[in-house]
Structure formats: structure tokens, C-alpha cells
């Protein structure tokens, strides 16, 4: 097994990654959790796929689950379906001591954990991630959020898990739009700090490369994260560099009512701030080719879809990273290397246009 320490001011944790893990829930939980009382939140799909395994393995080591199974898809993750947790968490008497688990994507996790952090006040949580690019973001680091009308993770905190545990096995039967979505997110963790693992992608080139690769590849991407979120837990400075391309992906997401996927709308923003940075003199040149040509070893687009700029703005505008009249832009200085740029409201056509 291969296991990263989280080490913060306000708690610590590890993380846990390992072919098979999913068998083995009950006795890892049975490690942190000395009570019985679990509540499971999880959509459908990942229920048909993994629900009784992680039931059993509960029951196995005398815990008590109790299912809350949700619809699946980025709709869900909004204050109604919050609601629905909490309403599930009191009819089944979950106190503070006891303990929630999150078995899904970036939606069911980052939902889940708010339901946790604000639940009673605060609750502990499991993250147990089973789609790439929740095993190697959004299930590390404690942010949680849910979705407004207005975009994307407006009402959230930081509120981090016990443990994170990762099954690489789960990726397998994931569909190919959510098998790249992940990947968009693993190159992000290469061009923002690590030109060698880069480089190292780019010799994968079938899926069965790929699937033998995964357990370094989430244990790189990890570990990264791991050691951004230890300088900077609450996102006020390098931590910041993780919204590499998420500042259009955003826009895009919202723009087009979440029907493109989260990891499609990285890629774009990847490319598209690539593009621009280079053009305005911030990115060493010849930079977003080599971008280019790492996406397209994955089959992924990073085209721009034809859009109205002037509503994206306004979406960017929006976005979590503008701080006092300023866009905080993560931009490549060159390929393993990321800055933040302050940007003036006034400027932002320079780079959105």
C-alpha cells in the first residue's frame, strides 16, 4: 500500500492507495472510527457499481451503514440535495460522534463534505473518491462546496477528512468523457510543478499503459497536492496555482449548465490561458505546444466551443479567486512551473477576449 501523510495546523490525516482497497473499507474505517453509527452518501451509478462491496466490508467489522443514495450528475450537488442529506442524517439520529463517508466523484464528495463540516456543527468524514479526478483533487485538501444558481462552489469551507481512501481499480470502469476529464486534472498537477512527470506522461500512449501507470500517477498527483495544501491550507496564496485553467473552466461549466464535464473545461482553460500568457509575454515559448501535444496524446480537445466572451466575463467576474477588484490568474511560466498573477477588473479583457 502506498500512504501519504497530511500534516496541517488543524488536523492530519493520510491518505491511502491501494489495488483491491474497496474490499477492505471496514477495516481501514475500523483504524480511525471506534463507533458503529455510519452514514454512506452515494449516487446511483457508484452504488450499482461498489455500494454492497463497501456495505459488506462495513458489516464485516460490525459497523452499522446507512445508504443515502442520490441522483447522479452536477445537479445534485445544490442546497435541495443538501437538504436531503441533512433530512437522512436526523431521521437516522447521526450524532456528532458518529461518522459520514463519502463514496462517489468530485460531486458526492464535495457535497458530502459540507454536509459534514456544517451538520451538528462538524462532524468526521471519509472521503472515498472512485473517479480519477476526484482520487487526485477534489477528495484532497477539504474544500467542500455546493453549487448557486449564479456558479459553481459559492457556498463552501474548508473542513478536512479523516482519511482518504483510494481504490486505482475503480478507474477501470469508469466511461472514457470521465476516464479524461481525471487526466485533464493530472496534467494540470504536471504543468504547474513537475516538468518530469510531464515528461513521463507523455510516454504513455495506450490505456493499458495507462491503467498500469495509475498508482504512481495518483500517488504523484497526491503527493503534490499534499505538499501545496501543507504551506497553504486555506487557499490564500500558493495553493492558488491548483486553479490552474479553472478560472475559464468555470465560466465554461456555468455557461453551458454543467453539461460539459469538469475535467473537458480544464482542458480548455489550460490551453486557452496558455495561449494568451504566451502571447502577452508571461509563458516561455513554445510552451502551449507542448501543452498541446500532451492533451492530444490523451485524445482530449482543447479547442475553445464557440461562445459569447462578454458572458464569460462577466462569469470570471464571479469567480472565488477575485479578490478585492484583483483576478488572482495562475499562469505557466514555463512547463512544471506556476505563478499567480494579480489582474485589475479593468484588464481583464487582456486575457479574456
Avoid: W
Avoid at 233 to 246: A, P, Q, T, Y
Wanted: hydrophobic share 40%; glycine share 6%; net charge neutral.
Amino acid at each position: 500500500m502506498k500512504s501519504i501523510s497530511v500534516n496541517l495546523k488543524s488536523s492530519k490525516y493520510d491518505i491511502d492507495i491501494e489495488n483491491g482497497l474497496l474490499d477492505d473499507v471496514g477495516f481501514e474505517i475500523r483504524k480511525i472510527y471506534k463507533g458503529t453509527k455510519i452514514a454512506v452518501v452515494t449516487d446511483e451509478n457508484v452504488y450499482k457499481l461498489y455500494g454492497k462491496t463497501v456495505e459488506k466490508s462495513l458489516e464485516k467489522y460490525s459497523f452499522k451503514p446507512h445508504l443515502v443514495i442520490l441522483k447522479p450528475g452536477e445537479d445534485s450537488k445544490s442546497i435541495d440535495t443538501l437538504q436531503n442529506l441533512y433530512d437522512n442524517f436526523l431521521e437516522f439520529r447521526l450524532s456528532r460522534t458518529d461518522l459520514i463517508i463519502a463514496l462517489g466523484g468530485g460531486v458526492i464528495g464535495d457535497l458530502t463534505g459540507f454536509a459534514a463540516a456544517t451538520y451538528l456543527r462538524g462532524i468526521d468524514y471519509v472521503q472515498i473518491p472512485t473517479t480519477l479526478l476526484a482520487q487526485i483533487d477534489s477528495s484532497i485538501g477539504g474544500k467542500v462546496a455546493v453549487n448557486l444558481r449564479q456558479g459553481k462552489n459559492l457556498i463552501g469551507s474548508f473542513y478536512q477528512p479523516k482519511k482518504v481512501i483510494i481504490d486505482p481499480l475503480a478507474i477501470k470502469t469508469l466511461p472514457d468523457e470521465q476516464l479524461k476529464a481525471g487526466i485533464s486534472e493530472v496534467i494540470k498537477y504536471a504543468c504547474i510543478k513537475d516538468e518530469q512527470f510531464f515528461n513521463y506522461l507523455m510516454e504513455i500512449k495506450t490505456k493499458k499503459d495507462l491503467f498500469n501507470s495509475l498508482e504512481h500517477i495518483i500517488y504523484t498527483c497526491c503527493n503534490i497536492k499534499k505538499e501545496i495544501v501543507e504551506i497553504d491550507e486555506k487557499d490564500n496564496d500558493i495553493r492558488m496555482i491548483l486553479n490552474f485553467g479553472h478560472t475559464l473552466a468555470h465560466a465554461l461549466e456555468k455557461h453551458f449548465d454543467y453539461k460539459i464535464t469538469h475535467g473537458q473545461a480544464v482542458a480548455i482553460g489550460m490551453h486557452y490561458i496558455t495561449n494568451k500568457t504566451e502571447e502577452l509575454g508571461y509563458t516561455k515559448q513554445g510552451s502551449k505546444y507542448e501543452l498541446e501535444k500532451l492533451l492530444e496524446n490523451f485524445n482530449i480537445n482543447y479547442n475553445l466551443p464557440n461562445v459569447d466572451m462578454e458572458e464569460i466575463r462577466e462569469y470570471v467576474l464571479l469567480d472565488k479567486k477575485n479578490m478585492s477588484g484583483n483576478l488572482n490568474l495562475v499562469i505557466l511560466r514555463k512547463i512544471g512551473e506556476a505563478f499567480i498573477q494579480s489582474v485589475p477588473a479593468e484588464r481583464i479583457n487582456l486575457f479574456f477576449s
